[in-house]
């Protein structure tokens, strides 16, 4: 085998020929001056590494997606049904000092960042996904959800968090 330097014009050929080729059995010359033998089973080109002649570069060939494979991802979609994801509630922000905290006892208010009334946000795995009013359902506090948060808004607010 030869050393000889493949040019990306004699690569193109290359495929040309094996494209135009395919279907039938031929002998050809590869620009190294090596026979390349090409079968009918063999319908890919194959263009040998100048730098290393055990290497192959063949075209790759995908298959067209089907309506099974939107099924698939359907039914893909049952398997992680049943995964845990944090969903935490923020009624409010702050930024206090470890002496601030430290002095912290019963009774001690925090001021937030909001103010009563306002929505709180529904945070899942940290990113915003919802506002809503608190509730009070039998005796146990809820959330109403009162707005989705799109995903412009929803980036926003992490990358501020």
């Given at each position: 085998m030869s050393d000889e330097v493949i040019?990306?014009?004699e690569i193109d050929a290359l495929i ?146």
């Open positions: 040019s990306n014009e040309a020929q094996g494209g135009a080729a395919e279907g039938q059995a031929s002998d050809e010359k590869t620009p190294g001056g090596e026979k390349h033998a090409s079968a009918a089973s063999d319908a890919q080109p194959e263009i040998t590494v100048a730098s290393d002649p055990d290497k192959v570069v063949r075209a790759m060939e995908f298959s067209p997606v089907s309506g099974s494979t939107t099924s698939a991802i359907r039914g893909g979609m049952e398997l992680i049904m049943d995964v845990s994801l944090q969903v935490t509630v923020e009624l409010g922000r702050t930024q206090l000092k470890v002496r601030d905290v430290l002095a912290l006892g019963p009774g001690a208010v925090v001021e937030l960042d909001r103010h009563a009334g306002e929505p709180v946000d529904v945070v899942v795995n940290n990113k915003t996904i919802a506002r809503g009013e608190v509730v009070v359902i039998d005796d146990n506090f809820g959330v109403r959800l009162t707005e989705i948060v799109d995903k412009e808004h929803r980036d926003v607010r992490a990358k501020a968090a």
